[in-house]
């Protein structure tokens, strides 16, 4: 069956950046489009972008060009997500999904950013 | 950027009552529409994709409708399980933009 298993928490200081990742099993991790969703407390959600984990394309949401970059590992099928530059508004629950429509989604990452 | 505006923000409703989510976007999105399900603590889960298929493994009492810019969420027997916050999200068009939620609690 397909999962996403993502990394766990992280408690980070403001300016810092985190790597945080989404290990894929249960499908062939290089046939479908990973997304990255961020959901703040109390918030909706934002999508952030996604890859293609088959040739490493990628595609941003504006908002979070220069914040976001995504990569994938073929060899150990996982997807990661590093977050430049943290701060505050940083902190939230970050969210790996499997394609489009969103079939299948990570178990969430909560990040914290304080000092 | 499309905005989705989604209506009531909270709802409270009986089991076994009809219940209807709505989803307004701020320009037409031609049908690619879809509902997540989202309880406490936990992932969002895929409903209905493309404003009328319902995903995998997902109950006939969800059910979904619209065209252009209006949009709509049926569950036709609310049951006990059924609480949650449902979001829809638009893929007509970058950035894909979600709705802000409607929380759905049992009267």
């Known amino acids: 069956q397909v999962q996403l298993q993502q990394s766990g928490a992280e408690l980070v200081k403001p300016g810092s950046s985190v790597k945080i990742s989404c290990k894929a099993s249960?499908?062939?991790?290089?046939?479908?489009?990973m997304h990255w969703i961020k959901q703040q407390p109390g918030n909706g959600l934002e999508w952030i972008g996604w890859i293609y984990p088959g040739n490493g394309n990628t595609k941003y949401n504006q908002k979070f060009n220069g914040k976001a970059t995504l990569t994938a590992d073929k060899s150990s099928s996982t997807a990661y997500m590093q977050l430049s530059s943290l701060t505050s508004e940083d902190s939230a629950v970050y969210f790996c999904?499997?394609?489009?429509?969103?079939?299948?989604w990570g178990q969430g990452v909560m990040v914290t950013v304080s000092s | 950027d499309i905005q989705m505006t989604q209506s009531p923000s909270f709802l409270s409703a009986s089991v076994g009552e009809r219940v209807t989510l709505s989803c307004k976007a701020s320009q037409n999105i031609n049908k690619y529409l879809d509902w997540y399900q989202q309880k406490l603590g936990e992932a969002p889960k895929l409903l209905i994709y493309?404003?009328?298929n319902l995903h995998t493994g997902i109950p006939s009492r969800f059910s979904g409708s619209g065209s252009g810019t209006d949009y709509t969420l049926t569950i036709s027997s609310l049951q006990p399980e059924d609480v949650a916050t449902y979001f829809c999200l638009q893929r007509n068009s970058w950035p894909r933009t979600f709705g802000s939620g409607t929380k759905l609690e049992i009267k």
């Open positions: 999904a499997r394609r489009q429509p969103l079939d299948y």
């Open positions: 249960g499908y062939t991790f290089t046939s479908y489009d």
């Open positions: 493309n404003t009328n």
